[in-house]
């Protein structure tokens, strides 16, 4: 069986209009927010989101990058280390409202490694949760996203890849079968 697509080019542009449109409606102008995308995949979000939310709201919408390799809880348990990325938090989150951004949420674990690691930099307000694609079976822990941009149904052999024309030469969602892992 083939790859199928989740979301081609043209419905990620709308999903993410949509998510930063529902982000508006509960952060303003986003004086007192943060956007803070997990390593290494949810910078991509973060990316288009900022850049979306700018043109929309008019004014630079404050953003970083949080690096959870120390903080997972499969740290130690891989036959090939996990080399750590750039955290890159150069201003307080204390008492601010923060929407910690991920691609695909799955177990939930990369989440709580990404709260683990918030925590490190200070106590936020409040901390919701964004995501493009919700894979809703097979949580681990009790995490859901407050903002979703697609939710699909999967099953565990399955894999699902938000691509991004910067790094894979276009924007879509694709679902992988197991045969098509390798």
Aim: proline share 3%.
């Amino acid at each position: 069986m083939e790859n199928q697509v989740i979301l081609n080019a043209k419905q990620v542009e709308l999903t993410i209009s949509r998510l930063c449109h529902q982000l508006i409606e509960n952060h303003g102008d986003f004086s007192e927010s943060i956007l803070i995308g997990l390593q290494p995949r949810g910078i991509n979000v973060v990316t288009r989101l900022k850049a979306r939310l700018e043109e929309i709201l008019g004014k630079e919408v404050k953003c970083g990058n949080l690096d959870i390799t120390f903080y997972r809880d499969d740290f130690r348990r891989r036959e090939k280390p996990i080399i750590p990325s750039t955290t890159n938090i150069d201003f307080s989150i204390e008492n601010k409202k923060i929407v910690l951004v991920d691609d695909v949420l799955f177990t939930g674990r990369t989440i709580r490694s990404g709260m683990d690691a918030l925590l490190a930099f200070g106590r936020p307000q409040q901390v919701e949760l964004l995501t493009m694609i919700d894979r809703r079976f097979k949580r681990h822990l009790p995490i859901q996203a407050d903002y979703v941009g697609k939710t699909v149904d999967t099953m565990v052999s399955e894999r699902v890849s938000v691509e991004w024309k910067e790094t894979e030469g276009k924007d879509r969602v694709l679902l992988f079968n197991q045969e098509d892992n390798g």
